[in-house]
């Protein structure tokens, strides 16, 4: 069998070559030359698998290493019987730490609480699962928005975009991109900048294009957006660069990157790759991040905020922001070589408060208790 696949895709080299024989390719390399006699691409979402690159191959599948599929043309897979896969909720623990350590930094910088603000969560699907989780535990109140899942659950528990728009003090999307009966283009456009009336903080780790950037530049200037924190970008890697000027976190599209998560999603594809092609795949169970560089956190060393400084101590969004305000254009470059943190999980954490434990065991950390 031949193979073509993403060569910055972690965990990866090394495991599927005992499936068959494996090229590996960066994005500029996915060409229809390349791939026309693969059986396999794994690829990432970088990685365009359009109608123009597949046509006249012999793909059989192509599994992704994200949750996003929109860089593939799934309606001539169809068309063209080739099967595709995506993982989904592979990054969804590191997309919702990467949130919370944000509103933490918005809250440093503001000096305002997040206990008691209100929290719109627009796509509960894996990612704003787990970001209501980590905000609850935070205290902070939750408005769902899924019109897909209020479908097909009942609308108990959903609110619509306009009541978000009313209510939120904080509204973060996690949406795919999609077409068809709700489609998510666009989907904070003008008309919904406008309906804000809290001066919202904004935060987009969905798709880039599920917003409009030219309304959210109006948004910052007429006042209607409180402050905006921004992972996925339209155009990426071709960013707006007055976008980000007006931001207070600016990161390129890393907030899925924990190495946990890159695990995860690796794992997965194997996993897929082993049931479609019906081979045995080996020592998947080594696909294991390494343990953090410092694994315990002793709050004695903070005199302030000791369960925020804990946060910031296993993830910071404030290094990334400050290379890509520097270097905009290396966007896809930051992304390629990005340092992937652990999650909240591989760490623990001494000398805590009864108080701080019960709050940072439920975000996810362990305890080092002395004896």
Known sequence: MKIIADNTIPFLKGIIEQAGEVTYLSSAG??????????????????????????????????TATIGYDHIDTAYCE?????????????????AEYVLASLIRLSMRTKEPLAGKTVGIVGAGHVGTKVEYLCKSYGMRILRNDPPRAEQEGAEGFVSLQEIAERADIITLHTPLTE?????????????????????????????????????????TNGKIGAMVMDCWENEPHISLPLLAQTVIATPHIAGFSADGKANATRMCLEEISHFFRLEIK????????????????????TSNRIEQAILS?????????????????FESFRAHYNHPREFSAY????????????LQSLGFRMRFTP
Request: aromatic share 6%; with cysteine.
């Open 180 to 220: 068809g009966k709700y489609p998510t283009y666009h989907l904070v456009d003008k008309a919904q900048v406008n309906a804000f009336a809290r001066k919202p903080w904004l935060i987009n780790t969905g798709r880039g294009a599920v917003t409009d950037t030219a309304a959210l530049l109006e948004g910052m």
């Open 283 to 302: 020592d998947m169970e080594k696909i294991t991040p390494s343990a953090p560089a410092h694994p315990v956190i002793d709050l004695d060393l903070y």
């Open 30 to 63: 996915f060409t229809a030359g390349a791939v026309r006699d693969a059986d396999l691409l794994i690829v990432r979402s970088v990685d365009r698998c359009s109608r123009e690159i597949l046509k006249g191959s012999r793909v059989k599948l192509i599994v």
């Open 79 to 95: 068309e063209a019987g080739i099967t595709w896969r995506n993982a989904p909720g592979s990054n969804a623990e590191s997309v």
């Open 314 to 330: 296993s993830f910071d969004p404030i290094p990334a922001d400050r290379a890509l305000r520097e270097e905009p254009r290396r």
């Open 348 to 359: 623990s954490i001494a000398n805590a408060t009864s108080t701080e434990a019960s709050l």
